[in-house]
């Protein structure tokens, strides 16, 4: 009835020790986990993503190579972007080899876009703090970088851009840039960065960045970005792509709810 009791609630609900309790959670295959994070669905949000599921359920893996997807994503310099595990003793928890330094000088923000396809992969685009408004994305993403991406192409008509909600997405000046070159954009529900398998790519990003060493300027953040973001290959990408049947089985199976992508 509520996943988020702790283990003394559920004795002193059940009136047996926490010994008791434990025994029989592990007995009926019960463990105490942590909350996967994910972004909250309310009715309308898993009635959209159930109606995309059952919409494209039946596309290829042909179909999905011809999406150009599409993200941002923010990395921010003295900050480690995933939790790091340690092997140690439990009388060492703070020594300085166990520790994970956080530093609260220093820090800023750098803001990327990428794409890729099924057969190629964009140059990674660096968006300035101050070049946020729709003005600037159209400028330095869809003029900089998109156009070229999408009509270089062999077959640029056969191309359908994904892009999720961000207000700069939807805004006038992209949705009159993209009518004027013909660039037709799919319908994507909100709340879904699972479907988009572009996320997987930041995720991995970020976590080949824990390994190097902390930048120690923005400059820097951004040559290790790009570094990384050389290194990943188009079948890599690719069998990021094959999964996007299978997302749609998930998501219907799960009602539009969350799944493990």
Known sequence: ???RHTLVELANLVSVS???VRFYLRELGFRNCIAPKKPYLNVKHKADRLAFARAYESWTFEDWCNIIWTDESSFETGKNPRQIRVWRKAYKKYNWDCIAPSFKSGRSSVMVWGAFTGFDKSPLVIIPLDKRSARDF???VYEGVLSGFYFLHDDPEQLILMEDGAPVHRSSLPLQWRRAHGIEKLFWPANSPDLNPIENVWMVVKDLL?????PNSK???IEKIQSVWDTISIEWLRTLISTMPYRMQAVIAAGGGSMRW
């Open 138 to 140: 159209v400028t330095i």
């Open 219 to 221: 400059l820097e953040m």
């Open 210 to 214: 824990k390994h190097h060493s902390r």
């Open 1 to 3: 009835s509520n996943r």
């Open 18 to 20: 926490r010994t008791t």
